[in-house]
């Protein structure tokens, strides 16, 4: 059936590259976590992490780590960030590349994890416009409005989005909504397979200059300051 309204609001994130004619506005982006089973209290004592800190390890191609509180440990990041053609998954289930890239991860940052089973693996997809800057917008003539590219950092980003949406489609002359992210325009992304290659090698760059920036004694590599460039990151 058909489902009429007069303000429509389109909040689907990286999942925007699914509707008809918005393959390009916003790349899908993937992030993946792995957890392993509980580990042995001589594990911890092993690693040293008593707390329930949130650990990053600042790097080009980074990932996120957390202390679950039944005495697991989660891995979080890119594995392969893009599939060809904005396509995306369609059971929440990472690919096997994708859990054996955040195992070597795991593996790297805590040896002692290293005999640990992976008990849960998932992932999903991030919103990421051309210039990785988040925007908010409605049309009045339309009733249509949208929201997203948070690129990672949407749980308060979308609040204040949520907020700003309001404000706009209520006509409230707020504050929020006269912030420079309103019904501000972005260019599409490239079309296939230009997007891949272009997705594919920043990746590729910022993994290779974290191996360079690895070695005793080097400083941050330009490698991926090309990255950044080739996809509008920097």
């Not at 600042?58 to 904005?86: E, H, K, L, W």
Request: net charge positive.
């Amino acid at each position: 059936g058909q489902v009429r309204a007069p303000v429509i609001l389109r909040c689907t994130e990286g999942f925007t590259a699914r509707l008809p004619g918005l393959r390009r506005d916003w790349l899908p982006l993937n992030s993946a976590q792995i957890v392993t089973e509980p580990l042995p209290a001589e594990a911890w004592e092993k690693i040293g992490w008593q707390g329930h800190e949130i650990l990053g390890d600042f790097a080009n191609a980074y990932c996120y780590c957390q202390r679950t509180r039944d005495g697991r440990i989660a891995v979080g990041g890119r594995g392969v960030p893009y599939r060809y053609g904005s396509n995306l998954d369609s059971n929440g289930a990472p690919d096997g590349e994708t859990i054996r890239r955040l195992t070597t991860i795991l593996h790297r940052h805590f040896p002692a994890a290293a005999t640990a089973r992976i008990d849960h693996a998932w992932c999903g997809a991030l919103g990421v416009p051309r210039d990785w800057c988040a925007t908010v917008g409605f049309d009045r003539d339309s009733g249509l409005g949208w929201a997203g590219g948070y690129v990672g950092v949407g749980v308060s980003t979308s609040n204040l989005a949520g907020r700003t949406l309001a404000d706009l489609v209520l006509r409230r002359e707020t504050e929020l909504a006269r912030l420079p992210w309103v019904n501000r325009k972005v260019r599409k992304w490239e079309p296939e397979p230009l997007r891949w290659l272009g997705v594919t090698a920043m990746y590729a760059l910022l993994n290779a200059a974290d191996r360079r920036e690895a070695r005793p004694g080097t400083g941050p590599s330009r490698l991926a300051a090309l990255g950044n460039w080739l996809t509008g990151r920097g």
